[in-house]
């Protein structure tokens, strides 16, 4: 008898069937009321009583093991089956939409303003949020007891080292200075930082986009016919523009920038204060001084140079009265952002 538990034992073991319905044929002959282990344990009932204990036992251990191996196999091959009709699906579901992300309003206009300067040949070009003082004031000829280097405005991560945020994106000027020769012609979207309680018109985090043309004979009336053509493309045809005079430590002469207000015409309404113009930017001639701290010849070379906050034109081009909303990445208002571009 122990020849034939044995016999069984190993056929279970050997067992490779190739479907479901093999094991289930299988478990059948084997386990089933009339298959071979229940003829084995009718046929126990006569074993001499002094082998009743071995026997007993090897029966035991057989039935565990064909139970065992039986279900392990029946669970392999359906796992099996269903990864393969995974593969191919059910060709009758309804298909569920994949959800289709929108780009940021800020993204949006940053992507316009650096298009646009593209057309006139403008290149992107970037640089580090963290930068040093040089970077941002010292090379761009910020006296040393400028506003703009105290804590109270600025960032600094090592006060001693003079490692610090860039408080705008002018920083990358000096790094394109440094890195090529004239002509330069670039644009330099980024994010600035500085150190601003938050509010409906600032905020601590926010964009600029750059730029900067350097060339023999460049001249300001470059400066004004590009800005001019800048506000067109942004604002539409009917955009006009006026410059005022302004004072920046980097560009001499210096402007501010205004646009027409687009919402009311120029008629005057409560967004431009009814004045009819918008500031934009600010813009001026490269000061001699930071082509020569750059290690340009200033009587070689001029320049003119341009910033604006991409949140400004944003506010100014959807009519956002709130800058804080292009932080809170609320779906609601994203969403109306989803048929721009
Ligand atoms: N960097 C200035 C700011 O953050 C903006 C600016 C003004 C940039 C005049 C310029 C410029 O290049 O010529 O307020």
Not at 30 to 35: A, F
Not at 42 to 70: D, H, W, Y
Not at 111 to 125: C, D, K, M, P, W
Not at 147 to 175: C, N, W, Y
């Amino acid at each position: 008898m122990i020849d034939r538990i044995n016999d069984l034992l190993k056929r279970v073991e050997e067992f490779r069937p190739k479907a479901a319905a093999e094991v289930e044929e299988f478990r059948i002959r084997i386990l089933g009321k009339k298959g071979e282990l229940n003829a084995l344990m009718e046929e126990f009932k006569s074993v001499a009583p002094e082998r009743k204990r071995e026997i007993g036992q090897r029966l035991n251990a057989l039935k565990t093991a064909a139970q065992e191996r039986i279900n392990a196999l029946k669970a392999s091959l359906q796992e099996a089956a269903e990864s393969n009709s995974a593969a191919v699906g059910d060709m009758t579901r309804p298909g569920s939409a994949d959800e289709i992300g929108t780009r940021h309003p800020i993204s949006l206009v940053r992507n316009q303003i650096v298009e646009i300067f593209s057309r006139l040949g403008y290149t992107v070009a970037e640089g580090p949020e963290i930068e040093d003082d040089w970077h941002v004031f010292s090379a761009l000829n910020f006296p040393p007891e400028h506003p703009a280097r105290d804590m109270q405005d600025t960032f600094f991560i090592e006060k001693g080292a003079d490692i610090l945020l860039r408080t705008h994106t002018s920083s990358i000027q000096v790094r394109a200075m440094e890195r090529s020769k004239p002509p330069i012609r670039i644009v330099c979207p980024g994010r600035v930082f500085r150190n601003e309680a938050i509010s409906y018109r600032a905020h601590c985090i926010f964009h600029q986009v750059e730029g900067l043309y350097i060339d023999e004979g460049v001249s300001f009336a470059d400066l004004k016919q590009s800005l001019l053509y800048f506000a067109k493309e942004m604002f539409g045809e009917e955009a006009s523009i006026r410059l005022r005079p302004s004072y920046f430590p980097f560009t001499e002469p210096s402007a501010e920038m205004d646009v027409s207000c687009n919402l009311c015409g120029g008629k005057g309404c409560n967004v431009c204060k009814g004045t009819g113009w918008l500031e934009i930017m600010g813009c001026g001639m490269v000061d001699p001084n930071v082509l020569e701290a750059n290690g340009i010849d200033s009587k070689k070379y001029s320049g003119f140079a341009f910033g604006m906050g991409v949140e400004r034109i944003a506010m100014l081009k959807y009519g956002v009265k709130d800058l804080r909303l292009y932080f809170e990445n609320d779906v609601r208002f994203l969403r109306q952002f989803e048929s721009v571009l």
